[in-house]
């Protein structure tokens, strides 16, 4: 098996607020695998799966 990493959002874990974390997930094997946290959440419906990124329909954000 191939190294790879990944990113991805876990659906099974929303937060109170209807996000949810997006993570990096490291494979060094056929059974080990690491998820590190990027501390970026976003609404799941923005979530591409097939890219693995943030949708073009993510609305624009401003700081404030």
């Not at 790879?4 to 080990?32: A, H, L, W």
């Not at 695998?33 to 970026?40: A, M, Y």
């Not at 959440?41 to 097939?50: C, E, H, L, T």
Request: overall charge positive.
């Amino acid at each position: 098996m191939e190294t790879y990493i990944k990113r991805v959002i876990d659906e099974r874990f929303i937060r109170k607020d209807g996000t949810c974390v997006i993570f990096i997930k490291y494979q060094y094997s056929t059974d080990k695998k690491t998820f590190l946290n990027t501390g970026i959440a976003i609404p799941p419906q923005y979530w591409d799966r097939k890219q693995g990124y943030i949708g073009k329909n993510f609305p624009a954000y401003t700081a404030t």
